[in-house]
């Protein structure tokens, strides 16, 4: 086994652990197990580590209240959901917060509000969000270096999914809705002591497609669906409705042809259950190749 990790420290020297780790066709988990270095933070391999174990089910994706997923860019993001906890019972508040572990060769872990919307479920209508902007920050305690990855598995369990659970319910939360009820309570003639609601953010079509378009945006690029090439959203004023655009790889169904089918149907509902769970629109589905 020596001779063997010598072999491969060698080619690690010689080419670099990413670049190794596709020589040899294994995860970069599995590689720094088989050396058994140390995974130090600061040259994003603890990043790297963890991101693949939460995309491949080794680390929980769930914590409480709370989903967790990646997008392409590699961010973590945790999404929360809470029915009448604070506002009226037919509220949903939703909150996505962006808390990437060494984010970007950083020795510590950012957690910052990304978005958080109030909708009433009665008639799925968003009544006010407000996004994180940089107003709603805390990181977790710097950490140098882990001595292998059952230490850096242990820190995700033990450390970060504890800690940016708290900072969330105890810090963002409560600021979160004291800022919409200020909000609401001076710009809509809202309460949350009421017993209902005034509807009076319905707003033009105009501010609804950018709003709109540019929150879709971000929710589908946290799909990862290899076959489609890009989204596109075109809104029809006069059936007031959403045409949602989905360009798939004509390449990738001709090179694919026994599951394409099936990558299209999954493609399609992941992202109309996407863009309908989220906005109150009525939305025409067409599918384009190129």
Do not use: C
């Not at 909150?95 to 958080?116: K, L, Q």
Request: aromatic share 14%; hydrophobic share 40%.
């Amino acid at each position: 086994m020596t001779k063997g990790r010598d072999k491969i420290l060698k080619l690690i020297d010689e080419l670099g652990l990413w670049k190794t780790k596709e020589v040899l066709g294994i995860s970069l988990t599995k590689l720094v197990k088989m050396v058994g270095m140390r995974i130090e933070s600061a040259i994003g391999l603890a990043n790297e580590i963890i991101i693949e174990n939460i995309n491949n089910g080794n680390l929980p994706t769930e914590y409480k209240e709370f989903k967790i997923s990646t997008n392409m860019d590699g961010v973590v993001y945790w999404e929360g959901k809470f029915y009448g906890e604070h506002f009226l019972p037919n509220m949903v508040e939703t909150i996505w917060v962006m808390a990437t572990p060494f984010w970007d060769g950083m020795t510590w872990t950012p957690v910052e509000t990304d978005w958080y919307s109030l909708v009433d479920r009665g008639d799925n209508t968003l009544i006010a969000e407000i996004e994180g902007g940089g107003d709603y920050y805390e990181q977790l305690d710097e950490v140098e270096s882990f001595s292998n990855v059952d230490d850096l598995f242990s820190w995700y369990n033990k450390v970060y999914l504890p800690s940016v659970y708290e900072i969330i319910i105890d810090n963002f939360l409560p600021k979160l809705r004291q800022d919409m009820d200020d909000r609401l309570d001076e710009n809509e003639g809202y309460s949350p002591m009421r017993e209902s609601i005034i509807r009076v953010l319905r707003e033009e079509s105009e501010g609804k497609t950018e709003h709109f378009e540019r929150k879709a945006g971000r929710l589908i690029n946290t799909l990862e669906i290899p076959a489609v090439k890009r989204v596109e959203f075109d809104y029809d004023e006069m059936m007031d409705a959403y045409h949602v655009n989905i360009f798939f790889d004509r390449q990738f169904s001709i090179d694919n042809p026994k599951n394409f089918n099936k990558v299209k149907q999954k493609a399609v509902q992941e992202i109309g259950s996407t863009v309908t769970s989220y906005f109150p629109f009525k939305f025409l589905f067409y599918l384009h190749y190129e």
